[in-house]
């Protein structure tokens, strides 16, 4: 029988966490940003507590977010902080500062751990490295092609993450207001919005793209002008036994994601139970998405069917 991918979700608020496992989701990522890279939403202590009780009552799992880039004036509170989240009982962390993998063997030599660096996932031989660390997952590029996807989950010792859904991240600098910048120097792209922090764009006039610009506690985050959506052409890594399949709901609304989680449901559901029903479904499925997609961010496939360019 065909392996059932995991399918992980970002929740914005602790409202949406009922929701997303009522639409679908296996698994929850949750974080705050002074610990967690580019969050959908923000999580308190306490909130991340509440949302485990949720996940776990209705036998799903909660990951959080320590992906951030840490300074030593963060590290003291690694300690508190992991102790915390494992007598919370979360079913793992996602980490890229090797900080956070040695504090967690110290505090919480049980707590599972996902390495995910967001960029330099690119090789199996990494993704081992880290698995001989520590790490149970790892969470690869965004900017890998099918065929390196495969080859990857073929030679991993540890699980293998892949996002499928949702924007990604271009670029990030640790300081604020980058758009400052391209002002100054005169460029042809030019900020939009920038004093709305939940509407800011850069603004390629060439080729009429809008790069939404995400600011947090960690810098400035370019991210892409538009969204991957892999609905229907899931059957290669499911095939490929993919582990977990996250759709990230960074900038969306709760009904978005809702409405995309039961989507991707219906399309693994379909295809794992029965392949043939996911071909006569997919197309219609991607329609659906298209349905309610915004106007301004057009459905790619990514860098799934292509070659990297750098």
């Not at 110290?106 to 199996?124: D, G, I, R, S």
């Not at 001989?132 to 989950?153: F, P, S, T, Y």
């Amino acid at each position: 029988m065909t392996k059932k991918p995991e399918l992980l979700l970002t929740p914005t608020s602790l409202a949406d966490v009922k929701l997303l496992i009522d639409a679908g989701a296996d698994a929850l990522l949750v974080g705050e940003q002074q610990y967690g890279l580019r969050l959908a939403g923000e999580f308190t202590c306490e909130q991340i507590k509440e949302a485990t009780i949720i996940t776990h009552s209705h036998g799903k799992k909660i990951y959080v977010a320590m992906n951030a880039i840490f300074h030593n004036d963060k590290i003291a509170e690694l300690s508190e902080y992991i102790s915390y989240l494992n007598d919370s009982n979360v079913d793992g962390i996602v980490f890229g500062d090797p900080a956070v993998l040695m504090v967690a063997k110290e505090v919480a030599p049980n707590m599972k751990l996902h390495w995910n660096t967001e960029t330099t996932a690119t090789n199996y031989f990494t993704c081992n490295y880290w698995g001989r660390k520590g790490a149970k997952r790892a969470v690869l590029a965004r900017e890998l092609n099918l065929d390196a996807i495969i080859e990857m989950k073929e030679n991993a010792e540890v699980e293998i993450e892949v996002q499928v859904h949702g924007m990604t991240c271009m670029f990030q600098s640790k300081r604020s207001l980058l758009g400052n910048y391209f002002e100054y120097q005169g460029k042809a792209m030019q900020v939009e919005n920038r004093e709305q922090a939940e509407n800011m764009f850069l603004f390629d006039n060439e080729r009429d793209n809008k790069y939404p610009i995400f600011e947090d506690k960690n810098g400035t985050h370019i991210m892409s002008p538009n969204d991957i959506c892999i609905i229907d052409e899931l059957q290669d890594i499911i095939d490929a036994g993919i582990d977990s399949f996250k759709i990230d709901g960074i900038l969306k609304s709760s009904d978005y994601l809702i409405e995309v989680t039961k989507k991707y449901r219906k399309a693994i559901d379909l295809y794992v139970n029965n392949s043939g029903d996911y071909d006569d479904s997919k197309e219609k499925l991607l329609e659906e998405i298209e349905a309610i997609q915004p106007m301004n961010r057009p459905l790619d496939t990514g860098f799934f069917f292509k070659e990297t360019v750098y």
